[in-house]
């Protein structure tokens, strides 16, 4: 773990053995790996990957976690800091924080003064150019109300209600927003994928249209590990990325078809995350190239439209995931209007550092979520306090809890720690798209980072989860440390879900830095991987941004507590070297880390 002296003895055998692969590729350029490949199976199709490293796992049988009797303490104290924070953060008191509400203000100053009481520096700088907390994000919260989606053909009318059959909403920062009798068009999963040889907007004139689209990709579609990146969702299975290509188009509108399997949570996570108060950075343009209207409907409504338009959805959807597919007009019209009340305000990344001794320009940087969804009176019930006690009161705790770790050394670490808490995650990874562009220490200069959102509850798990499993030199790392506690490393569960591009790591990978997002597994040292897995889709069904996200005294923590301790191990033993790692040669950031390595001479 991470006592006092926990460096000194984990650094080094790290550098020389656990990592010597970095070490060793670290001869071209600034310290960075420019040789390195993944291992020999990283080349395998991702399936493949995933079963090779389950199957490796299958041979652990440690009845519980090794650890010895200080380690054992010292998890129980982070368990300790995590019950503290998180009946704080997620009571009721708290509002379910929500950016620019009473709710953040209670967060982020709870999380200064935390920091503080650590001993622990400011990490930003005001307006004024001295030492904050605080990084001012500026943003705009739209309340937005919508009419019903009126959809017409020939012969046929129906209204689909908000709620129960859609959800509508605008990134256009603007008062009124709408659309008006604009005609539908099927474009299969909305994605413009030249290396993919793919375009399901060929030949299609999209201006003053809505296009309808399917969630997630072919290769989920198809399971073939040949297609995107098989099972696993590649960023062009995400909502964010179909309302995109759909403005980059010049379409009116864009509805996506829900589905639960497809899109990974039920119908009630998306009329619950858009029926608030909704976020969005400021922008100068108040977002005018997105498009009026973005939206989703149920898989039941999408249904009697294409009943409508003499279509059988079951049939077009597998129509849609073959090469070649062709998008088709539905012949119908959809009109709906939003008004939206537009506030300006600033919200805020809470960031805290301690100073490295010997290089401080360079950073490990951790982060983690403090935003929820706030109040929403539409919430069915009687509670329309979403406290977010798991997604992501935990991760935001655990920020706290490291910190208290590290604030406990005797000596701080050569290079320095940035604990970041970010705003407007759950808008769209707004805080940390800001911090990206804004970075406190350069992003060249940024060594790695950790990401914690929506820690295990359950107690200890041999598993630890690699979320985007086969993307980094980390995973060594993690591989190492996670070895130390009886625990193995397993792929993600359902990498369909799409994870990887869910969270805040994702902001800086987009721009180079390597990301690592881990989480406890499911299989359980005291129950067993079956009891764990039904207590994980309990979660999920029932409590996943709905209400019922809340704190329990009776949660055990040490899983928790002992996927910090692998955090801050791995981030000790950068910290105290001179490694740079990287992505694996292949993957999609790897060019952009590459290109920042003479910056590191």
Not at 132 to 154: A, K, N
Not at 233 to 262: C, P
Not at 416 to 441: D, H, I, M, R
Not at 568 to 590: C, H, M, Q, T, V
Request: with cysteine; hydrophobic share 40%.
């Amino acid at each position: 773990m991470h006592t006092p002296d926990h460096w000194r003895r984990l650094a080094l055998p790290l550098a020389l053995a656990g990592l010597t692969a970095i070490a060793a590729c670290s001869k071209d350029g600034a310290g960075t790996s420019a040789d390195s490949t993944a291992p020999e199976s990283q080349n395998a199709p991702a399936e493949e990957r995933q079963i090779s490293a389950a199957n490796d796992a299958g041979a652990n049988t440690t009845a519980e976690p090794t650890l010895s009797d200080a380690d054992k303490a010292e998890v129980a104290e982070i368990a300790r800091d995590l019950h503290k924070h998180i009946a704080v953060l997620a009571s009721d008191q708290f509002e379910g924080r929500a950016p620019a509400t009473k709710g953040e203000e209670l967060t982020v100053n709870y999380l200064a003064d935390e920091f503080k009481k650590l001993g622990l520096k400011p990490g930003a700088v005001d307006a004024d150019g001295n030492p904050s907390w605080f990084q001012e994000v500026p943003v705009v919260e739209m309340q937005i109300e919508s009419t019903p989606m009126e959809i017409r053909g020939e012969g046929f009318e129906k209204s689909l209600q908000p709620l129960t059959d859609m959800v509508a909403f605008t990134q256009r920062q603007t008062p009124q927003s709408q659309l008006k009798d604009s005609p539908l068009v099927f474009v299969g999963y909305g994605i413009v994928a030249p290396e993919n040889n793919w375009n399901d907007y060929a030949g299609l004139d999209m201006q003053g249209k809505t296009a309808v689209i399917l969630v997630n990709d072919p290769g989920y579609a198809t399971q073939d590990n040949n297609l995107f990146n098989g099972n696993a969702m590649t960023y062009y299975g995400r909502w964010s990325y179909k309302f995109e290509e759909a403005a980059r188009q010049g379409a009116a509108g864009a509805i996506i078809v829900h589905e639960t399997g497809a899109a990974g949570y039920p119908w009630e996570v998306v009329s619950g995350s858009w029926s608030g108060a909704q976020i969005s950075l400021e922008s100068e343009d108040k977002n005018a190239d997105r498009v009026a209207v973005e939206s989703w409907i149920t898989s039941d409504a999408a249904k009697s439209l294409f009943t409508a338009a003499g279509l059988d959805l079951a049939k077009e959807m597998d129509a849609a995931k073959q090469q070649g597919f062709q998008p088709k007009p539905l012949n119908l019209t959809a009109s709906v209007d939003l008004k939206s009340e537009v506030r300006t305000s600033n919200s805020r990344n809470v960031i805290a550092k301690i100073e490295g001794t010997t290089h401080p320009d360079e950073a490990i940087i951790y982060t983690a979520h403090w935003d929820h969804l706030g109040v929403n009176d539409h919430a069915e019930g009687q509670d329309h306090i979403f406290n977010g006690a798991v997604d992501n009161a935990t991760g935001t705790a655990g920020l706290l809890a490291m910190a208290h770790q590290v604030a406990k050394m005797e000596e701080a670490p050569q290079r320095s720690l940035l604990f970041v808490a970010v705003t407007a995650e759950e808008s769209g990874l707004l805080g940390s798209k800001y911090y990206a562009a804004n970075p406190v220490v350069p992003l060249e200069n940024t060594v790695a980072g950790i990401n914690f959102d929506a820690m295990g509850v359950l107690g200890p798990m041999r598993d630890v989860i690699v979320v985007g499993y086969g993307n980094s030199e980390l995973e060594k790392m993690l591989e190492d440390v996670a070895s130390t506690q009886g625990r193995y490393l397993a792929p993600e569960d359902h990498p369909e879900r799409g994870y990887f591009y869910r969270s805040d790591h994702f902001s800086l990978a987009k721009k180079g830095v390597p990301m690592l997002y881990f989480s406890s597994g499911t299989d359980s040292f005291e129950h067993g991987r079956d009891w764990a897995k039904k207590k994980a889709d309990v979660y999920t069904a029932d409590h996943y941004h709905k209400p019922g996200d809340e704190y329990d005294p009776e949660w055990n923590l040490e899983g928790a507590a002992l996927d910090l301790a692998l955090g801050l191990d791995i981030g000790l033993a950068l910290a105290n070297s001179r490694d740079w790692p990287n992505w694996y040669k292949g993957n999609e950031f790897r060019a952009i880390r590459d290109k920042s390595a003479d910056s590191r001479n």
